[in-house]
């Protein structure tokens, strides 16, 4: 089994900047992908970036590119969401998810089987 954590989130006025951080405890060593998703209020939940942790490649979903970058410390069993020149329409809980095959990452979607309870990210005008 594998527990994830989140936390960071936060109230930020337009502009800002937040750091979201996901700590992965228990089978880590069977996560070999790792992601955020994000659930704005009466919006479904929707894909915001994903890493694979043996190659370090990345996505980021197009509504955040060049503002948010995703990386991981494999040592700490961390993955991060750096979040800069946040909008008001980033607004949302931010969800962690991890999972023991690729399928998720390559999909872009939410086929991933471990999720973190959320951080609430609030952006303010």
């Known amino acids: 089994q594998v527990q994830l954590v989140e936390s960071g989130g936060g109230v930020v006025q337009a502009g800002g900047s937040l750091r979201l951080s996901c700590v992965a405890s228990?089978?880590?060593?069977?996560?070999?992908?790792m992601a955020w998703f994000r659930q704005a209020p009466g919006k479904e939940r929707e894909f915001v970036a994903a890493?694979?942790?043996?190659?370090?490649?990345?996505k980021t979903a197009d509504s955040v590119k060049g503002r948010f970058t995703i990386s991981e410390d494999y040592a700490s069993n961390t993955a991060f969401l750096q979040m800069n020149s946040l909008k008001t329409e980033d607004t949302g809980v931010y969800y962690c998810?991890?999972?023991?095959?690729?399928?998720?990452?390559?999909?872009?979607?939410?086929?991933?089987?471990?999720w973190g309870q959320g951080t609430q990210v609030t952006v303010s005008s």
């Open positions: 228990g089978r880590t060593f069977s996560i070999v992908a």
């Open positions: 998810a991890g999972d023991t095959t690729a399928l998720g990452f390559l999909r872009g979607d939410d086929t991933f089987g471990t």
């Open positions: 890493i694979m942790r043996n190659s370090g490649s990345t």
